[in-house]
């Protein structure tokens, strides 16, 4: 495992402003994990096109639905875990400074394997 290059280490983060100043890393998930008490993961059938998106420091989170991110992580991502048929990917995203509760994700570079 080698971490990207590019990628700051925000475990002193403290803001969304503190994430303004660049470009940052966040994971992208499309399906679900499951568990042993609610389920999910390969007994779950995928029905929807919910993402779930967070940063390492997870200042920023969210689930939003969007159908062609959604493809783009089931296509290219790989694997949550053994246990189930998640699959995650990596994306380069930036906040959006009229509204630092939206971000802009950068599709163009896809990044694998995070040790988060």
């Known amino acids: 495992y080698q971490p990207h290059p590019s990628v700051p280490n925000y475990k002193g983060t ?3 402003k503190d994430l303004l100043k660049s470009i ?5 998930q499309a399906g679900s994990e499951g568990n042993l008490i609610s ?12 993402v779930s998106i967070y940063d390492k420091s997870r200042i920023v989170t969210g689930t939003v639905e969007h159908e062609k991110l959604f493809n783009l992580v089931r ?7 053994e246990l189930n048929y998640s ?5 380069f995203a930036k906040i959006i400074k009229k509204d630092i509760n939206n971000i802009q ?6 990044v694998h394997d995070q040790n988060w």
């Open 87 to 91: 699959k995650k990917i990596f994306l």
């Open 39 to 50: 389920g999910g993961g390969l007994a779950d059938k995928i029905g929807e096109t919910n």
């Open 14 to 16: 403290k803001s969304k």
């Open 75 to 81: 296509q290219f991502g790989k694997l949550g875990s």
């Open 24 to 28: 940052f890393l966040v994971k992208v």
């Open 105 to 110: 994700l950068q599709t163009d570079k896809l």
